[in-house]
């Protein structure tokens, strides 16, 4: 055995509130990579749900890495949430049309970008992450948290706004763990390598 089979969708036995996301993800704009798993209290396919304001006219997209794991009620805020901020009103008038509907010609809603989540990262229970964000390989965000701002690679963060927590390794490590990037490994190293990741020995991994 090299590893479970990362195009099924539910990769344990007589358990279906633990799904492969990629593998169970409908929408275009949500692309997810091998082994990432989403956990839910109720039905995995509350995730796309979870996915908020992503409208395909807005065109952004949620880009998440390989081996993440994502807990029940984690919810992502898309562009499709933004209003004009720096007009006398925020209402959003033109969507009502009825005389209304000119209301945003010349002008264009805030984009603040995809949402990037790297490889390996854990999310919590109950977390929030705003539009545009970029969350580095290897970080933990803890439950309940809503991050509003950039989180740098094996970066545990929390609160709300999160903030950072400590990093979980020396920037010595962080540094050689970005290089090796594991999670690109073929499965049949994975697999011989299984026991070095679940250790906290980068020169065993390196070998």
Not at 25 to 48: A, Q, S
Not at 86 to 100: E, K, R, V
Not at 108 to 120: A, F, L, R, V
Not at 166 to 173: C, G, H, L, N
Request: aromatic letters at 12%; glycine letters at 8%.
């Amino acid at each position: 055995m090299i590893g479970p089979d990362k195009n099924i969708k539910f990769p344990l036995d007589n358990y279906d509130k633990l799904c492969f996301l990629k593998n169970i993800v409908k929408n275009p704009n949500i692309i997810v990579g091998d082994y990432t798993y989403y956990d839910d209290f109720e039905n995995v396919e509350n995730f796309e749900k979870n996915v908020k304001y992503h409208f395909d006219f807005v065109g952004d997209k949620l880009i998440i890495g390989k081996f993440c794991m994502i807990a029940s009620d984690v919810k992502f805020i898309m562009n499709g949430a933004n209003h004009l901020t720096d007009s006398l009103s925020t209402y959003p008038f033109a969507i009502f049309g009825n005389g209304w509907e000119n209301a945003m010609e010349g002008k264009s809603y805030p984009q603040k970008g995809n949402i990037h989540i790297g490889n390996d990262v854990w999310i919590g229970y109950n977390a929030t992450i705003m539009a545009g964000v970029h969350i580095g390989d290897g970080a933990i965000i803890a439950a309940n948290s809503t991050i509003t701002k950039d989180v740098e690679p094996y970066t545990i963060v929390g609160g709300n706004p999160a903030k950072k927590i400590r990093k979980r390794f020396s920037e010595d490590v962080i540094t050689k763990l970005l290089e090796l990037k594991w999670w690109n490994w073929n499965m049949e190293k994975i697999t011989k390598n299984i026991k070095n990741l679940t250790e906290n020995k980068i020169d065993k991994l390196i070998e």
